[in-house]
């Protein structure tokens, strides 16, 4: 369970408003990744089991790193390839690291790159990324606003 502070709050505030011009996956589009890499990391190829914790949807190119949430941007990854070794590195670079158990470095890349050419083209929303940025900014300083206000009326 979450720590309910204000950052936290901030954060979702954040993750709100871009989902609106970003949305994550749908649980269609998710079904049908799974199926796609057969229940296996796209990097190293272990097997996955869906639900479990060692099971993750990652982005190919992290969000911090100017990557969207569109279903072409994520593939399968097991927790140690996606959360210990990746990161926000390129997949192409981290994926030449990776000793595959029955695949080579090429043939796993031309799955991925199959994978996201056989995604639907994203929808543009036609939002101004500065417009985005603003408009989050102004959430979050009206809810900063608010934060204060309430504990500045706990000390009256």
Not at 37 to 49: I, K, T
């Amino acid at each position: 369970m979450p720590s309910y502070t204000a950052g936290y709050a901030k954060n979702i505030i954040s993750r709100a408003l871009v989902g609106i011009v970003d949305p994550d996956p749908t649980d269609r589009q998710i079904n049908s990744m799974w199926k796609y890499f057969d229940s296996a990391c796209a990097y190293c190829e272990v097997r996955l089991v869906r639900g479990q914790r060692k099971s993750h949807v990652d982005h190919l190119v992290s969000c911090a790193r100017g990557g969207t949430n569109h279903i072409s941007n994520r593939v399968l990854a097991c927790a140690t390839c996606n959360g210990d070794k990746k990161r926000d590195r390129d997949w192409r670079e981290f994926l030449t690291e990776i000793k595959g158990r029955k695949s080579t470095f090429k043939e796993r890349a031309k799955r991925i790159k199959n994978w996201q050419s056989s995604c639907p083209e994203p929808i543009s929303h036609g939002v101004d990324v500065d417009y985005l940025e603003h408009q989050i900014a102004n959430a979050k300083s009206a809810f900063d606003v608010a934060v204060a206000n309430i504990r500045q009326s706990k000390t009256t």
